[in-house]
């Protein structure tokens, strides 16, 4: 028998060889070095924030140009060592995100005018990535020839004009620039100094703030020159004030309040996003543009305002005729003894004196001691209408009312209708039917006169006796406004 021999088990062969790990990427630490490294210097002040903003603003894209060479030299590194490279990774690609959405912000938020924002919401204390506001003063003063006129021009900043006491015109400028030290703040204000010239019969004075380019400087102006001299001034940001002048005043003004007292000769103002107290003016008035605020006292011209008044409407003893136009109203009428307020929703006036024309909508319309014709259309608002001497009237309205009161013992003669609505009346003369849909009302009074004409949809008409109410008492005046004085040098405002 044979027996069955085992063979051994070959030996063992060496083990296979291990797979290199692949190596960590650098890009996404790298990156965030440099981001650190930038927001250590800011911390430090070794660089202004806004400078740093700048940079990031324009350059952002450069992280991931770096993060893109960085990833090109890693894969080729594994393609060398025969390893797999290394993807970007969940965190890298949120990192990437976080960078091209910070990236874009900051370039939008650069093409802001930051200027002009802080101007719009007057801004004016020191704000870290707007840098530091530094004051300084200039005086100038020479002669101003007789019979001539001014012009003042400021980009921004406030002028207050008033009447000096000798033949020379004296300018006192408060100037604040923003800057990151005080060696460029100096450099700029010398870049900025205010100029006077004279070119033919005109002193122009220049608050040269553009001189800067645009670095933020703000140049407060306070100005005298004789008071027989007519005025011309322009300004952006910067509040406007005159007191006491013999000459005519023309005034253009953007995003600034306006105050005119004692002017013995026209104005004429150019608005924009702007207000204006204007009182005592001994001739003409003209208002054009975008206004917010506007009061016109004691005017003994007439006025005239074309454009759109975003807020109120306020005139006080008109002398002459008053034309109004805006994209909602269109009047006119010849004298104001009293009073007229205008909003966006009502229309009030007392002591007026016609013929009055006046067309417009959604307004409650009151309107008290009216004198001679009128002529009113109005729409989504009630009428009332308080006569003290007849003149023809005619009134048409939708969905609103219309109440007329007269003297008891006026002469007048009607023709009224309301579509879905009723017709009311103190006066027995007139006939009045008032059925399902149409009422109407027609006859004379007193044998006749006046004729009256009211045309309403949806709403009632009632013609009552009654005399004018009397008007509120005239509030006490009120100082013109005054720009706000200058600060300290070293102080900012908060």
Do not use: C
């Not at 007026?352 to 002529?375: A, W």
């Amino acid at each position: 028998m044979v027996s069955a021999t085992r063979i051994p088990p070959p030996p063992p062969g060496p083990p296979p060889p291990m797979r290199p790990r692949q190596p960590r990427s650098f890009a996404g630490p790298i990156v965030l070095i440099v981001i650190g490294i930038l927001f250590l210097l800011g911390n430090l002040g070794m660089i202004a924030w806004h400078r740093l903003g700048y940079w990031f603003a324009h350059y952002w894209p450069l992280l991931l140009i770096v993060w893109g060479v960085i990833k090109l030299i890693e894969y080729q590194n594994a393609n060398r060592a025969g390893i797999h490279p290394r993807g970007i990774g969940a965190g890298g690609v949120i990192l990437i995100i976080l960078v091209v959405i910070m990236g874009l912000t900051a370039t939008e938020a650069y093409r802001v005018n930051w200027a002009e924002f802080r101007d719009q919401f007057h801004i004016q204390g020191d704000v870290p990535w707007w840098g530091h506001n530094y004051d300084y003063t200039d005086d100038l003063h020479q002669a101003f020839p007789a019979g001539d006129s001014l012009h003042v021009t400021n980009e921004r900043g406030a002028i207050n004009l008033t009447a000096s006491d000798d033949n020379n015109i004296h300018v006192t400028v408060h100037k604040r620039v923003n800057a990151d030290r005080q060696e460029e703040a100096d450099n700029w204000n010398k870049s900025t100094k205010p100029q006077i010239s004279l070119s033919g019969a005109v002193v122009s004075v220049n608050a040269n703030t553009q001189g800067a380019g645009d670095r933020w400087v703000s140049s407060d102006m306070d100005i005298s020159v004789p008071r027989k001299a007519s005025v011309v001034i322009s300004t952006r940001h910067g509040d406007i004030s005159i007191m006491g002048r013999e000459g005519n005043a023309e005034i253009t003004s953007q995003d600034g309040d306006v105050s005119v007292t004692d002017l013995n000769g026209s104005l004429t103002l150019n608005l924009d996003n702007s207000s204006a107290r204007v009182s005592q003016i001994a001739a003409d008035i003209t208002v054009n543009g975008r206004g917010k605020d506007i009061s016109l006292e004691d005017v003994k011209g007439g006025v005239r305002l074309d454009g759109d008044f975003m807020e109120s409407v306020k005139l006080t003893r008109i002398a002459k005729g008053v034309s109004f136009k805006s994209t909602r109203t269109d009047m006119d009428f010849t004298k104001l003894d009293g009073y007229l307020n205008l909003d966006s929703g009502d229309l009030e006036a007392s002591s007026l004196t016609g013929p009055l024309r006046l067309r417009t909508r959604s307004k409650d319309i009151m309107l008290n001691g009216i004198t001679s014709d009128v002529h009113l259309v109005n729409e989504n608002g009630a009428v009332e209408i308080h006569l003290n001497k007849l003149g023809n009237l005619e009134v048409t309205n939708a969905k609103g009312d219309i109440r007329i009161f007269l003297p008891e013992k006026s002469a007048f003669q009607v023709d009224a209708q309301a579509r879905d609505g009723e017709i009311q009346s103190d006066f027995p003369e007139l006939k009045i039917d008032n059925g399902d849909n149409r009422a109407t009302a027609t006859g004379s009074v007193n044998g006749g006169g006046a004729h009256m004409v009211l045309n309403l949809e949806h709403g009632s008409i009632e013609i009552r006796k009654g005399v004018a109410i009397p008007p509120p008492p005239p509030a006490p005046p009120k100082m013109p406004r005054m720009p706000k004085p200058p600060e300290v040098p070293g102080e900012s405002e908060n």
